[in-house]
């Protein structure tokens, strides 16, 4: 029975990876039009291109609603940035790779039965990648273009979460290794003569995460592990970027 469910899993995890790699292909191709010629910037074949992207998001909240315990208040900020180029292989069409780091830190304040806690937690993460894209122009001149990102990443990150009542601090440190895969629509505006500024936005993930944790330094160990699909559109955890293209 438990190697059924292995392979259920294993089945699973390679529908989506054929899912995540050729519906953005597929759904683009049903679209096609000729790619334009263009004197500020060029999508064919042989063209390289070199970029970097940032997301910034800071938020506050006094009182927020919840169902099991009154918090006071949240406060979290999350820093993003990416570093990527490719080439096209034949118009409108790139692969490349990819360099990220992410840090975010959260802190939010609860209140109990018999006293008030924190919690806190602070994370970072460094991964590389590979990815392709489908562009589609969307005007004559060739100026703006939609384009569907699919990638695939792998990394590391380390997370700690401290937890303080009264006069007890508990900390649980996590270091794990994630496998990501990630489509990811964007709109891009040649600005001039082969730079271009882009906006993007995560629509759809498969994260798969596996590591190992310690409670007070080492108190307590274990091992953890976990998969997440997510299909949230993050609007607020948008990324805006500059790409040469040459």
Excluded: C
Excluded at 80 to 91: C, S, V, W
Excluded at 128 to 149: H, K, T
Excluded at 152 to 157: A, N
Excluded at 184 to 202: C, Q, W, Y
Aim: overall charge negative; aromatic content about 12%; charged content about 20%.
């Amino acid at each position: 029975m438990t190697s059924e469910k292995k392979n259920l899993k294993y089945r699973l995890f390679i529908s989506m990876v054929v899912l995540f790699l050729l519906a953005p292909a597929t759904a683009f191709a049903l679209l096609d039009m000729d790619t334009p010629d263009s004197d500020i910037g060029s999508l064919k074949e042989g063209t390289r291109f070199l970029g970097m992207s940032v997301s910034l998001k800071s938020a506050e909240s006094e009182n927020p609603s919840s169902i099991f315990q009154t918090i006071e208040s949240t406060e979290q900020q999350t820093h993003k940035i990416n570093a990527y180029g490719g080439y096209f292989l034949r118009d409108k069409w790139a692969v490349g790779g990819s360099l990220d780091y992410s840090f975010s830190e959260k802190s939010s304040g609860f209140t109990g039965d018999s006293d008030k806690s924190r919690v806190e937690t602070v994370s970072r993460s460094t991964s590389m990648g590979v990815f392709m894209r489908n562009y589609l122009p969307i005007d004559s001149s060739g100026r703006f273009s939609l384009f569907v990102e699919s990638s695939l990443d792998v990394g590391y990150g380390k997370e700690i979460v401290q937890t303080t009542l009264a006069n007890d601090i508990d900390r649980k440190i996590t270091r794990s290794y994630l496998v990501d895969l990630g489509v990811t629509p964007g709109i891009m505006a040649f600005i001039d003569k082969g730079f271009s500024v882009e906006a993007s936005v995560n629509i759809m993930g498969l994260t798969s995460k596996w590591g190992e944790y310690s409670f007070n330094e080492g108190e307590r160990t274990g091992n953890s592990s976990s998969v997440e699909l997510d299909f949230t559109v993050k609007l607020l955890t948008l990324f805006i970027g500059v790409t040469y293209y040459f």
